[in-house]
């Protein structure tokens, strides 16, 4: 369960626990009680923090204000209506930006650390370490090195290029 937690809370939430469950073999009630802890936390920090965030933080940037939210909230559909709770209430859609950046910064981090919790639970289980280790997380990461090399080799340096498509 505290593996499921972690993961939930410190990754992407229920995509998170979802993702890391069959990787540690953890229950079905396990997994119920994570997921309502991430989603019940997510709700009450989604309603809360855009105050929160005012208050805490009532002279800085757009760019703080995002980075706050999108590090505090659990789920990403969760910091997204945050920021824009945030944008709408205190005028400022800068936020939004910023609070996804973070957050989706946050999500990379699935694809390392679900591996390293499967070798980790494997090794305390008794499971060989390549029966624990879900592969498809090397196409994954094959094919986002892909896609950047693309993008390197097609459009170079030149940014306006790359932002006409």
């Known amino acids: 369960l505290g593996a499921l937690l972690a993961a939930g809370t410190s990754i992407c939430g229920v995509t998170a626990i979802g993702a890391t469950a069959p990787a540690i073999a953890a229950t079905q009630a396990e997994v119920a009680v994570a997921v309502a802890n991430v989603v019940a936390y997510g709700i009450a920090g989604m309603l809360a923090y855009p105050h929160v965030a005012r208050h805490l933080f009532p002279h800085e940037d757009s760019k703080n204000i995002g980075l706050f939210l999108g590090l505090a909230v659990h789920d990403t559909a969760q ?9 709408q209430t205190y ?6 930006a910023a609070a996804a950046v973070a957050k989706l910064t946050r999500n990379c981090f699935l694809a390392g650390v679900v591996p390293l919790m499967a070798a980790r639970h494997g090794a305390t289980a008794g499971i060989a370490t390549k029966a624990a280790f879900p592969t498809f997380v090397l196409g994954f990461v094959g094919a986002a090195g ?7 080799y097609f459009v170079g340096d030149d940014a306006t290029r790359w932002k006409e498509g």
């Open 146 to 152: 892909v896609r950047t090399a693309g993008d390197v």
């Open 79 to 87: 910091v997204m209506g945050c920021a824009a709770s945030y944008a």
């Open 91 to 96: 005028m400022d859609e800068a936020v939004v």
